[in-house]
Every structure is written in C-alpha cells, then in structure tokens.
C-alpha cells in the first residue's frame, strides 16, 4: 500500500499514449524502492517486483530498461558512476508490443494509486520533482 508521501520517477516503454496503454517501466520511488512494472493488457492494473535499495537514501540511482522484442529487463545501479548494475526482478515479456513505441520519462505524486493506473485519481495539490540526466536511447 502506498501512502501520499510516495512519489514515482521512471523510465517507461508506452505501446500508445491512451491512457489505458500496455507499458513496461523501471522506477525509483520515494518509499518503496525501485519496481519494474508492466501492464500486459490494456485496461488491466499493472503488476510490479520490486527491489529493495541498499541504502533508500543514496542518490544519485541509475535506472535502466533493456528491450530485446517484446521481452523487456530493468537494471539499477546505486554506485556513483552507475557502472554496477543488478537485474530487478524477473524479465516481462509482452507478446505482440509494438515495435515502435513511445519511451520516454514518468514522474508522479502519488495519491492512493499511481499516475500511471488506469483508475488514478489527480492530486491536484501535490507536486513531485525529479532530475533526470544521462538519458541514452538507443
């Protein structure tokens, strides 16, 4: 369960940008770690395997999602350079995810459920930062 201190920054593979798109993202969050999540079916609630972080108060943390055809791995780095990366969870593999797809960046605040849920309500008065650098698409 998350609460409204959570906030969310990720890196995420979206299929369209319907709001109820299939989506794979590696996240940092502020309370419950990194999470590889995905959403298989459009319309369905994402599913997540977290990572606990070695230390929840080191940052700078690197992220990293690697897509090989419809199968897509997420890595975390917490060492400075972010040379030293660890698989989170298990691959997800999404048959038929298109082969051009939106990747881009996610930052929510979190209230109740993520931004990134079909059902998400809007925090209208909640904000969240984030910094991101370093970004390589490739």
Same mark, same amino acid.
């Given at each position: 369960t998350?609460?409204?201190t959570t906030r969310q920054a990720a890196l995420m593979f979206r299929e369209s940008l319907d709001q109820d798109?299939? +989506?794979?993202?590696?996240?940092?969050?502020?309370?419950?770690g990194a999470e590889l999540q995905s959403r298989s079916k459009a319309s369905d609630l994402a599913v997540?395997?977290?990572?606990?972080?070695?230390?929840?108060s080191l940052r700078p943390v690197w992220l990293r999602v690697v897509r090989k055809g419809d199968t897509f791995t997420g890595f975390i780095a917490e060492d400075a350079a972010g040379q030293t990366f660890r698989q989170v969870g298990t691959p997800v593999t999404i048959t038929g995810f298109a082969s051009q797809a939106f990747v881009g960046l996610g930052l929510s605040?979190?209230?109740g459920f993520s931004a +990134?849920?079909?059902?998400?309500?809007p925090a209208p008065n909640e904000l969240a930062t984030a910094t991101f650098d370093n970004l390589t698409v490739k």
């Open positions: 998350r609460d409204s798109a299939r +989506f794979v993202m590696m996240d940092l969050t502020s309370g419950n997540q395997t977290d990572a606990a972080l070695s230390d929840p605040p979190q209230t +990134f849920y079909p059902a998400a309500l």
